[in-house]
C-alpha cells in the first residue's frame, strides 16, 4: 500500500496483483469523476446504480462530470435501504442491465451508500460472469469501509450479508464533500466503522478521535479527511494481507458477530442502522472481554463513554421487547459467516488497539452477557 497526493487528493494504493486499485481521498471528486475514472475504464461507456436518496444530490454533477470526459452513461435508480439488498432487487437490476445491452467492458458505477455498493458489486460480479464496476461511496460508512476491499453481496432472511461474491472494484472515489449532506444519523452510524480502526490495532488513532470526534461529526472538514485516509488505510493494509478473510482480515468484524445478531432480530431497517449495531457490537465485544478477564474494565469503560458521548447507542435496551432472549440472539449468531466447525468466531481485545480473532469463547459468557444486556 502507498499513499500519495495531489490537488489536495489522498491517494492510497490496494496491491492484489492483477486486481490492484486506488482510493482516492478529497473534497470535489465528484465533479472530475469523468476524467479520474477515465483510465479505469475498457470503454467511454457506464451504467450508473444510485438510489433515490443519492440521486438526487449527485446524479447531476456525476453524469456532468462524464459528458465533460466524453463518456456515455445510462442511470438506474433504486429504491433505498436495507431491504434493497435482497435476491428480487438483484434480479431485476441484472435484468436491466441485459435490457441495455451492456457488454463485459461497461463499466457499472456505484453512486451512494454501503447498500448500493454491495448490491451494484455483487451484480457486476455475476452479470455476464464478471463486468468492471466503480465505487463512488457517498456515506461516510460506505467511505471507510464497504466500499474497500472487495466484499459484495445481498441480504437473506438468515443473516446479513449472506449470498455475494469478492469482487474488486477498479476504484473508489470518497468525495467526503458528499458528507455535508448526510443526515447526522447516518453520519453517526458510519463514525462507528471509524472508531473501529482505532480499537483494532491503533489506540493512537482511538486517542485522537475522542479528541476530535465530535469535530468530525460536526463538520470538520480536515478532521473527516484524516479519518477517511486513516481508515481506508487501516482496511487496504489488511485486506493486502488477506483478501478473502482467512485470517487476519476477520478482525475488521470487530463488534459485527453480535451486531448482525441485532440487525436480522430487528429485521434491517430504519429500526436500527448498520453502524448502530456495530457501536453496540463493540461494546458488547469489549464486556465480554472484560468478563473473560482478557481486557481492563477502564478500555472497555473509554469504548462506552466515547460512543455514548457522539451520540451513538451502547445497548439494545431501547429495541427489545420481550420476544427477544439470549437463545434467539445466539441463534443468529450461529448463522454468521465466520462460523467454523459449528464454533463462533469472535472478534475480542486485549485493550483499545489490541483485538483479536478467537473461536475459544465459552457459550455460558456469551449467554449471561447477552442475558444480562437485556434484562438491564
Not at 463486468?131 to 437473506?156: C, E, H, Y
Not at 451520540?311 to 432472549?325: I, K, M
Not at 483499545?352 to 459468557?365: C, K, N
Request: with cysteine; proline share 4%; hydrophobic share 45%.
Amino acid at each position: 500500500m502507498t499513499q500519495g497526493s495531489g490537488q489536495n487528493i489522498g491517494t492510497l494504493h490496494l496491491d492484489l496483483g492483477d486486481r490492484s486499485y486506488d482510493i482516492l481521498v478529497g473534497e470535489g471528486l465528484l465533479d472530475d469523476a469523468g476524467d479520474l475514472m477515465a483510465p479505469v475504464l475498457d470503454q467511454p461507456r457506464v451504467v450508473i446504480v444510485t438510489d433515490e436518496n443519492a440521486a438526487l444530490p449527485y446524479r447531476a454533477p456525476l453524469e456532468a462530470s462524464l459528458d465533460r470526459a466524453g463518456i456515455a452513461h445510462q442511470c438506474i435508480v433504486m429504491p433505498p435501504g436495507e431491504p434493497t439488498k435482497d435476491f428480487a432487487t438483484l434480479e431485476r437490476l441484472t435484468g436491466q442491465l441485459l435490457e441495455m445491452h451492456v457488454e463485459r467492458q461497461t463499466a457499472l458505477i456505484a453512486l451512494g451508500g454501503g447498500v448500493i455498493g454491495d448490491l451494484t458489486g455483487f451484480a457486476a460480479a455475476v452479470t455476464l460472469r464478471g463486468i468492471p464496476f466503480i465505487q463512488i461511496p457517498t456515506t461516510l460508512l460506505a467511505q471507510v469501509d464497504s466500499s474497500v476491499g472487495g466484499k459484495t453481496g445481498i441480504n437473506m432472511p438468515h443473516g446479513k450479508n449472506l449470498v455475494g461474491a469478492f469482487y474488486q472494484p477498479r476504484m473508489v472515489l470518497a468525495d467526503i464533500g458528499t458528507l455535508d449532506t448526510l443526515p447526522r444519523r447516518q453520519l453517526l452510524a458510519g463514525y462507528a466503522e471509524v472508531l473501529k480502526y482505532g480499537l483494532i490495532d491503533d489506540e493512537e488513532f482511538f486517542a485522537w478521535l475522542e479528541l476530535h470526534g465530535d469535530g468530525l461529526c460536526d463538520g470538520d472538514s480536515s478532521a473527516r479527511r484524516r479519518a477517511v485516509l486513516t481508515s481506508c488505510a487501516s482496511k487496504a493494509a489488511i485486506v493486502a494481507q488477506d483478501e478473502r478473510e482467512t485470517g487476519c482480515r476477520a478482525l475488521l468484524n470487530l463488534g459485527h458477530t453480535f451486531a448482525h445478531a441485532l440487525e436480522v432480530q430487528t429485521g434491517y431497517g430504519d429500526k436500527l442502522l448498520h453502524g448502530e449495531a456495530v457501536a453496540i457490537g463493540m461494546v458488547m465485544a469489549f464486556d465480554l472481554s472484560v468478563r473473560l478477564g482478557l481486557c481492563p474494565a477502564d478500555d472497555a469503560d473509554r469504548v462506552r463513554t466515547h460512543l455514548n458521548s457522539v451520540g451513538l447507542p451502547v445497548d439494545c435496551r431501547s429495541l427489545a421487547d420481550a420476544s427477544w432472549n439470549a437463545d434467539k440472539l445466539i441463534g443468529h449468531m450461529g448463522l454468521d459467516k465466520k462460523v467454523k466447525d459449528g464454533r463462533l468466531t469472535f472478534i475480542l481485545a486485549h485493550g483499545i488497539g489490541q483485538s483479536f480473532i478467537t473461536d475459544e469463547v465459552d457459550g455460558e459468557a456469551v449467554h449471561g452477557l447477552l442475558s444480562d444486556v437485556l434484562a438491564a
